[in-house]
Antibody, heavy 119, light 110 residues
Framework: QVQLQESGPGLVKPSQTLSLTCTVS??????????WNWIRQHPGKGLEWIGS???????YYNPSLQSRVTISVDTSRKQFSLRLSTLTDADTAVYFC???????????WGPGTLVTVSS | QSALTQPPSASGSLGQSVTISCTGTSSDVGAYNFVSWYQQHPGKAPKVMIYEVTKRPSGVPDRFSGSKSDNTASLTVSGLQAEDEADYYC??????????FGGGTRLTVL
């Protein structure tokens, strides 16, 4: 069964760029049936889809974040990554990576990682 | 894109049934049968309970069921149990090749 694990800094400063990585194990990131996603959850709030990427490099982003987001994939390392620029405290959230399969639903999730934006 | 609309809270007594609605538009919920529902307990990652409007993944109790009419999808939990108390989120695929979440519903089991 596929497992996902987020990694990255827990604390970043305002105006900086956040870089997070999701490592995929127990399954192939190069399986063309899936898109690999980033989702975040502000403290005490709901879920927000950030964007997704296919192993081929095809990607889609939430229009509200598109100007600041880049998602990339490294199939050799079985990883995909999120870069979010020009951070503000509004970007403080738990960031999840997740797999989107046929049927357009998230069937596997990482445990999430809390990122705090603060000086 | 605006979030799908869910009631912020719902409640029901042990053994009863409760239905949570999820309202979108003709560009998302109304356009595709790609509505899914997720259960999230505090401090945990969400877990899919329903996908493609009505389908249940293996291991999800048949007390959970889904439906859709026009631009509104619904999740029904029958025979409420204490462990069903959680936050529930709907999602839909959209005409922009995006995914959109509902605002979430906190289900309380009385």
């Amino acid at each position: 069964q596929v497992q996902l694990q987020e990694s990255g800094p827990g604390l970043v400063k305002p105006s900086q760029t956040l870089s997070l990585t999701c490592t995929v194990s127990g399954g192939s990131i190069s399986n063309g049936d899936y898109y690999w996603n980033w989702i975040r959850q502000h403290p005490g709030k709901g879920l927000e889809w950030i964007g997704s990427i296919h192993y081929s490099g095809n990607s889609y982003y939430n229009p509200s974040l598109q100007s600041r987001v880049t998602i990339s994939v490294d199939t050799s390392r079985k990883q995909f990554s999120l870069r979010l620029s020009t951070l503000t405290d509004a970007d403080t959230a738990v960031y999840f990576c997740a797999r989107l399969g046929f049927g357009e639903f998230f069937d596997s999730w990482g445990p999430g990682t809390l990122v705090t934006v603060s000086s | 894109q605006s979030a799908l609309t869910q009631p912020p809270s719902a409640s029901g007594s042990l053994g009863q049934s409760v239905t949570i609605s999820c309202t979108g538009t003709s560009s998302d919920v109304g356009a595709y049968n790609f509505v899914s529902w997720y259960q999230q307990h505090p401090g945990k990652a969400p877990k899919v309970m329903i996908y493609e409007v009505t389908k249940r993944p293996s291991g999800v109790p048949d007390r959970f069921s889904g439906s859709k009419s026009d631009n509104t999808a619904s999740l029904t939990v029958s025979g409420l149990q204490a462990e069903d108390e959680a936050d529930y989120y709907c999602t839909s695929y959209t005409s922009s090749n995006n995914v959109i979440f509902g605002g979430g519903t906190r289900l309380t089991v009385l």
